[in-house]
């Protein structure tokens, strides 16, 4: 595509370029989005770059829990209803939406913005770890939520913030790992199993 | 008669990158095809039976089938799931290093099974060792051992006159230790202790349980460390990430608790040498997980 850019007209071939770049986006897809982009009406194509442009220009992070947020504070983060004692702490802002799905989580968050990779050279550093302490130690938290994914990355940050956070004197819990509803005994892992044994609840009568 | 279109392997993970929608595209290391590229998918689903599978560290034995571009992973059983490097920091970032040099030293579809050996056998001590430290300046010599890089540790490698105790000097680009006289042919060399000499060859002959005897102070344990990964950063010719993460938990653990790095004293009557180490003899029970 790219090795054969007289094949198209220059602006079309600019354009497929720059949807490849897009993350699930192959070269073919990339044609396709292109080829429409260019029969679509001008309405439509006028939407779509201006909804494009603002997302950039409109959209930051929020000062307290780094979310993504159309003013300096997200709407979580001012919802007077919150419990700002309690802090989920997750990698993306991404993981945000289904723990607000759930409609079962009434404090608030904060976006790490990634885990702790030592692979690929992400520590604590390039995390929003110093922000985090920062808030924990001006007061007023009273248990904090680690919700980062439960694989080798997530449980280090984890057990990492664990040591930050311990020595504060505030409570730390860590989401519960165990079966998904819908699942098959036969097919889980022993790693999974363990934890789902460890953390059985009694049924009360 | 056309290929089989699936074959069996035993694999250790050591990468993995996100892919598409649900998928992820795992870097696993086997004793019969190298390492070996292969897409697992849907692993990012909750209820994906591979997922366990496909988890950093894990040892298993894989189900693969023939793919366009990469293999995919279609069923398998866990060996060893290495739970505890996966719920100790300080384990944890020893294997994120395990496995980042395997990963790094290693080509795709090169068969090299003492090197699964190797890497099997380290994790699985992992699990278990108090001396982490020790355990990885052992897997790095035999690391460079298995590679084809094992450095000179008796003769000079310019003249070639046998090593006196004096102070020689390490060059990582000619792989072995330079005598005062030819010291000045190697800019880049750097100088070395007799101890650290004493302790290289003693990884060297792989014998982890005379190593492990070693009272070694935290200098000359600095001193071998700093020599080895000077020498695997010249043959990677880029510094090792998960090393420095090692280096931030060692600096933290300084304030609180330790990654274990001095040894306990061997038994008395072992022979002492002129170095600090105390060096009993005792037989070699590396490659027994």
């Known amino acids: 595509m790219s090795n054969h850019p007289t094949l198209t007209a220059e602006p079309v071939a600019r354009l497929i370029e720059a949807l490849h770049k897009l993350p699930g986006i192959g070269p073919k897809s990339a044609q396709r989005l292109a080829y429409y982009i260019l029969q679509a009406d001008q309405q439509q194509i006028r939407d779509l770059s201006e909804a494009i442009s603002a997302v950039k220009a409109k959209v930051s992070l929020c000062s307290i829990c780094w979310n993504i947020s159309d003013a300096d504070i997200c709407h979580i983060c001012r919802d007077f209803k919150r419990d700002v004692s309690l802090v989920c702490v997750v990698e993306k802002p991404m993981d945000i939406l289904p723990l607000e799905r759930t409609r079962a989580y009434r404090g608030v968050y904060h976006a790490l913005h990634g885990t702790i990779a030592p692979s690929e050279g ?33 449980e280090a940050t984890a057990l990492y913030l664990q040591r930050l956070i311990s020595p504060l004197g505030i409570k730390i819990s860590r989401l519960a790992r165990g079966l998904p509803f819908g699942a098959d005994l036969e097919y889980t892992d022993e790693v999974t199993l363990t934890s789902a044994l460890e953390g059985r609840q009694e049924l009360s009568s | 008669m056309s290929a089989p279109r699936s074959y069996r392997t035993e694999a250790i993970v050591l990468r993995r990158t996100e892919f598409g929608e649900a998928d992820r595209i795992v870097t696993f ?50 060996i060893h799931p290495f739970v505890p490097l996966k719920n100790d920091l300080n384990r944890s970032g020893c294997a994120f290093y395990v496995v980042e040099l395997v990963s790094r030293f290693t080509v795709e579809h090169q068969e090299n099974a003492p090197v699964f050996d190797l890497l099997l056998a380290t994790l699985v001590e992992l699990c278990q060792t108090s001396n982490m430290d020790m355990l990885l300046r052992c897997f790095e010599a035999d690391l460079l051992q298995c590679l084809g890089y094992r450095p000179n ?28 006289a030819c010291a000045g042919t190697e800019p880049v060399a750097r100088p070395i202790s007799a101890n650290a000499i004493k302790v290289l060859r003693l990884l060297q002959n792989n014998d982890y349980a ?60 072992g022979e002492a040498t002129t170095a600090a180490a105390v060096i009993p003899p005792g037989p070699a029970t590396r490659h027994s997980p």
């Not at chain 1, 110093?130 to 007061?139: I, N, P, Q, W, Y």
């Not at chain 2, 692993?43 to 189900?63: C, M, N």
Request: charged fraction near 20%; aromatic fraction near 4%; charge should be positive.
């Open chain 2, 29 to 78: 290391y086997t004793p019969e095809y190298g390492k070996l590229k292969a897409i697992a998918k849907g692993v990012r689903k909750p209820r994906s039976k591979l997922s366990g599978l496909v988890e950093l560290f894990t040892h298993s034995t894989l189900l693969l089938s023939h793919g366009h571009n990469l293999d995919i992973v279609s069923q398998g059983e866990a």
């Open chain 2, 210 to 269: 005379a190593i492990c005897r070693v009272n070694m102070g935290k200098p000359l344990a600095s001193e071998v460390e700093h020599v080895l990964r000077s020498y695997i950063e010249y043959l990677l010719e880029r510094k090792v990430h998960s090393a420095s993460w090692l280096d931030k938990l060692r600096h933290d653990a300084r304030l609180s608790t330790a990654l274990v790095t001095t040894v306990s004293p061997g038994p008395p009557g």
């Open chain 1, 122 to 154: 992400i520590g604590p550093d390039q995390l929003k770890v110093k922000e985090l302490l920062f808030r924990l130690r001006t007061g007023g938290v009273r248990e904090v939520i680690l919700a980062t994914n439960p694989n080798v990355e997530g």
């Open chain 2, 153 to 180: 540790l008796h003769r000079c490698i310019t003249c070639n006159s046998l090593l006196r105790p004096v102070a020689n000097s390490f060059s990582p680009s000619g792989g072995g230790i330079i005598c005062p």
